[in-house]
């Protein structure tokens, strides 16, 4: 067989039978690209929602959140290359299939348990197990949650929102070619951004990362921009501490975080800083 092309983000990868797209997590299976990752869970655990960060949804609540392993972008300063950087064979994981899933989301209601949050590595390169588990916990009254990068084309971004209740969107930086060294399109995240800011709660989360985004121009940009789509859109400005491929670089200053958040609120009303 030939090669099959997937179209759940602006790469669309040509997968070979039986090979993996650039994520590792999507593959060719009979002509038909599907994710490899399928009910395959490598983290699980029962969150603050302020933790994804939610700030402005459910605020007090707890959400069962779960993510697998894989990423369709490249970030030098990732936060959780252990799973998002890895294959399948190199990380562990158990398969949770979506009814078992659902069931213990709803097993913990009585612990403060709101619904799922897909999170920790890209869940959208595993687009049909989020779905599946987001219509089951639909019809369970279970609020669903993603935080992602939001890399992802209009169609499939659009078929899924339906039943999606809440949203964070890593907007990493407000430039085509700083995205293009992280292997991402500005576009289609600000696209991602627009689409749902009509249909639910959107949250938007940039890491401030020296040598990359720490532009105060670059950040009142971004913060206008925002406030163009919807007033209610919530930003949240997170400090950079050294991880993968940035271990000798020195952390955000705190004094840069609350600088650039005093500049967003000339925009948006909610702004919040964050690991400080």
Known sequence: MGKATCDICPRKCEIEEGKLGFCRARTNRNGVVVCENYARVTSMALDPIEKKPLRRFYPGSRILSVGS????????????????MARAEYVEWKEIQPEELVSRAEALRKD???????????????????????????????????????????????????????????????????????????????????????????????????GLNDDEAMLRREAEWLAGESKEIVLHLSRFFPRYHMLGALPTEPETIFRFARVAREYLPYVYEGNL
């Open 112 to 210: 403060g348990n709101i619904g799922l949050a897909f999170t920790y590595n890209e869940p959208l390169i595993g687009y049909e197990y989020v779905l599946d588990c987001a219509k089951l916990a639909r019809k369970r009254d279970l609020r669903v949650v993603l935080v992602t990068n939001g890399m992802i084309n209009s169609d499939p971004w659009t078929r899924l929102l339906p039943y999606v209740d809440a949203t964070n969107i890593d907007l990493k930086v407000f430039s085509r070619e700083g995205y293009r060294q992280l292997g991402g399109d500005l576009d289609t995240v600000q696209e991602a951004i627009s689409i749902a800011a009509e249909r639910i709660h959107v949250e938007v989360t940039t890491l401030i990362v020296p």
């Open 69 to 84: 392993y894989g990423c369709n972008m490249n970030c030098a300063f990732c936060q959780n290359s252990e799973i998002s």
